[in-house]
């Protein structure tokens, strides 16, 4: 009888060609967006069917107007997202991309991520361009507010949670996201551009590639003539422009990059 050779770990054309773009790169960039998160149960916010702004206006949700008339609505929305992610755990590509951190001199994660999941992977250089879901502060003055002290609050059926005050100022609790019309955290996209000029490779995961500003810093990586790894299972505005579009999801196609690169990752961080 014949011995069967089990064949494992073949590369796809995909990460070969990834693998030998980053060969001589010392300073990585990575762009991600919500796609990176969706397979730590953490839903986008385009998916057609599943995706928030499929179920929600954002226009009643995510500026600071809306909040103004329907704080209540507003704020349960977000505390019902926080507790989402919470209980959410990083998944092997976000592991994958904090093991492989260690190889380069330089690698700067630029998320559009209020999650945090990067930083709970152990991603140390992480620029979170909108915000952080648990960062909690007031809305007049931005006087810290510790999110541990929402861990009692009861989230009734209707979602509306009014939201507690600040224990300085009397100004209500709001998240620490970025909504539209506001401006991203201070210095924040100044240092994600130094980041993408300083790179000499980018990956770009799991972005629709059309929220400005964020969706110009991919556009500058094109434009300084860096490769451009684009991984995302859908095509997006950048696919044509991209060096290699990895058409897989994030986890599949970063922990294939990282076993092919030789770096051990960690399960759980
Ligand atoms: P989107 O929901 O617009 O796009 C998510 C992208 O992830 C899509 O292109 C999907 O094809 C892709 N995707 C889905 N599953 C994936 C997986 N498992 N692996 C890799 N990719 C996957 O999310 P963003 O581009 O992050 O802003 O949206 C940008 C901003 O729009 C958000 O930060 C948010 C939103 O309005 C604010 O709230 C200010």
């Known amino acids: ?18 693998v030998h773009l980053l060969t001589s790169a010392r300073r990585v960039v990575v762009l991600s967006g919500a796609g990176m998160s969706q397979e730590s149960g953490v839903p986008t916010f385009r998916d057609a069917q599943h995706g928030l702004w499929a179920q929600y206006d954002p226009m009643e949700l995510a500026t600071a107007a809306a909040f103004g008339r329907a704080p209540a609505r507003v704020f349960g929305w977000y505390l019902w997202r926080h507790r989402l992610v919470q209980q959410a755990e990083p998944h092997a590509g976000h592991l994958a991309l904090a093991a492989l951190a260690q190889t380069f001199s330089g690698f700067t994660v630029v998320t559009q991520n209020v ?20 960062a909690f502060r007031c809305f007049d003055a931005g006087h810290p507010f510790d999110a541990a002290e929402l861990s009692d ?8 949670v009014r939201p507690p005050l600040c ?5 209500p ?11 991203l955290p201070t210095g924040a996209f ?23 500003p964020a969706a110009a810093l991919p556009e500058m ?16 505005p950048l696919s044509s422009l991209a060096t290699v579009s990895w058409m897989t999801t ?8 990282a076993a092919a690169l030789g770096v051990p990752v960690p399960r759980d961080g």
């Not at 009888?1 to 990834?18: A, F, L, Y």
């Not at 609050?153 to 509306?160: D, I, M, T, W, Y």
């Not at 224990?167 to 100004?171: D, F, K, L, P, V």
């Open 1 to 18: 009888m014949g011995t069967w050779i089990r064949v494992e770990n073949i590369m796809t054309p995909e990460c070969e060609r990834v």
């Open 115 to 134: 999650d945090g999941l990067h930083r709970r992977a152990g991603s140390e250089d992480v620029i979170e361009l909108h915000g952080a879901l648990d």
């Open 153 to 160: 609050l009861a989230v009734p059926e209707s979602g509306e």
């Open 167 to 171: 224990s300085t100022c009397g100004s």
């Open 173 to 183: 609790i709001r998240p620490g996201v970025v909504w539209f019309g506001e401006s």
């Open 190 to 212: 100044e240092r994600a551009s130094a980041a993408v000029r300083d790179a000499d490779a980018s990956v770009v995961v799991g972005t629709s590639a059309v929220v400005y």
């Open 221 to 236: 990586a094109v434009s300084t003539g860096i490769p451009v790894i684009e991984i995302n299972p859908e095509p997006t």
């Open 250 to 257: 994030a986890g599949a196609a970063l922990s294939e990059l």
